[in-house]
T-cell receptor, first 115, second 116 residues
Framework: DQQVKQNSPSLSVQEGRISILNCDYTNSMFDYFLWYKKYPAEGPTFLISISSIKDKNEDGRFTVFLNKSAKHLSLHIVPSQPGDSAVYFCAASGLIYNQGGKLIFGQGTELSVKP | GAVVSQHPSRVICKSGTSVKIECRSLDFQATTMFWYRQFPKQSLMLMATSNEGSKATYEQGVEKDKFLINHASLTLSTLTVTSAHPEDSSFYIC????????????FGPGTRLTVL
């Protein structure tokens, strides 16, 4: 049972344009969402997070949007740069896991930004 | 920053031997550390949650006698793969939670295990 889903395994974007990565979840108990970036043979790097009390969080070129009614979140990268090329994972957590801090990860989307 | 290191970064061993992987939080104390496994082109699979001073909590389907976890201090957790077999070959990644009450995890660089 995949509670966090990233339905697009890959995305290709031109440098300078916007990259939009999507993530859907099924468990309404999730209340905290994160995005991680991962290069091959390396551990994930934390990018940005959002609490369920917000619908938007922005950090530089990265913005995460949360639509609780649709159980959907997205990561916007603008402008996209070739160095952004990596696999992006969304992850979710919630009060049901809060004591343990457990994260549930999506399958990842491989972003390729072409010069 | 929140830096997490792992050692070794890569290990090749013979079938039947045991391998120990260390995970350290370098600039913060981590009461909780997590161990993940990643197969090629797949998501991170949580194996277990490691709490300092207590037994690890294993996810369903993960053999606790095969994957021994020790969290002896606030900055060190170890994963020992006992009697390794080729199917244990994988990329193992640890993470640490910086402080209780927050869900952001900071990841180590990972360890590539190859069992011959």
């Amino acid at each position: 049972d995949q509670q966090v889903k990233q339905n697009s395994p890959s995305l290709s974007v031109q440098e300078g344009r916007i990259s939009i990565l999507n993530c859907d979840y099924t468990n309404s108990m999730f209340d905290y969402f994160l995005w991680y970036k991962k290069y091959p043979a390396e551990g994930p790097t934390f990018l940005i997070s959002i609490s369920s009390i917000k619908d938007k969080n922005e950090d530089g070129r990265f913005t995460v949007f949360l639509n609780k009614s649709a159980k959907h979140l997205s990561l916007h990268i603008v402008p996209s740069q070739p160095g952004d090329s990596a696999v992006y994972f969304c992850a979710a957590s919630g009060l049901i896991y809060n004591q343990g801090g457990k994260l549930i990860f999506g399958q990842g989307t491989e972003l390729s930004v072409k010069p | 920053g929140a830096v997490v290191s792992q050692h070794p970064s890569r290990v090749i061993c013979k079938s039947g031997t045991s391998v120990k992987i260390e995970c350290r939080s370098l600039d913060f104390q981590a009461t909780t550390m997590f161990w993940y496994r990643q197969f090629p082109k797949q998501s991170l699979m949580l194996m277990a949650t490691s709490n300092e001073g207590s037994k690890a909590t294993y996810e369903q389907g993960v053999e606790k006698d095969k994957f021994l976890i020790n969290h002896a201090s606030l900055t060190l957790s170890t994963l020992t793969v006992t009697s390794a077999h080729p199917e244990d070959s994988s990329f193992y990644i640890c993470s640490a939670r910086r402080q209780p009450g927050t869900d952001t995890q900071y990841f180590g660089p990972g360890t590539r295990l190859t069992v011959l």
